[in-house]
């Protein structure tokens, strides 16, 4: 089993930015592909940004492009999604996924990752 925990959410007013964390536990060395995913009220879970553990490869969402930059600290196990330039339209629950998939095509599809932390909101006003 891989244990995901999820920290750095908040609130934050427009034009702002926030730096997320998710680390790792358990059985992590089968661990090859981690992910951000959101879910906004009323609204279904969708992808934002995605990253190989072993190559730095990342993949986002055209909606976070040139605002997000997913990182990884391979050493601790964790990856980071620093947000910048944070709009309304970004407030979410925030969640962490991490899964097998070695294929960059199936880095946006939820169903390709395992497991996932419990989220942490983010709140960007107006």
């Known amino acids: 089993q891989v244990q995901l925990v999820e920290s750095g959410g908040g609130l934050v007013q427009a034009g702002g930015s926030l730096r997320l964390s998710c680390a790792a536990s358990?059985?992590?060395?089968?661990?090859?592909?981690m992910a951000w995913f959101r879910q906004a009220p009323g609204k279904e879970r969708e992808f934002v940004s995605a990253?190989?553990?072993?190559?730095?490869?990342?993949y986002s969402a055209d909606s976070v492009k040139g605002r997000f930059i997913i990182s990884r600290e391979n050493a601790k196990n964790t990856i980071n999604l620093d947000m910048n330039s944070l709009k309304p339209d970004d407030t979410a629950v925030y969640y962490c996924?991490?899964?097998?998939?070695?294929?960059?095509?199936?880095?946006?599809?939820?169903?390709?990752?395992?497991?996932w932390g419990q989220g942490t909101q983010v709140t960007v006003s107006s």
């Open positions: 996924a991490a899964g097998f998939t070695y294929l960059p095509t199936a880095l946006p599809l939820m169903n390709e990752y395992d497991y």
């Open positions: 358990g059985r992590t060395f089968n661990i090859y592909s």
């Open positions: 990253i190989f553990l072993n190559n730095g490869y990342t």
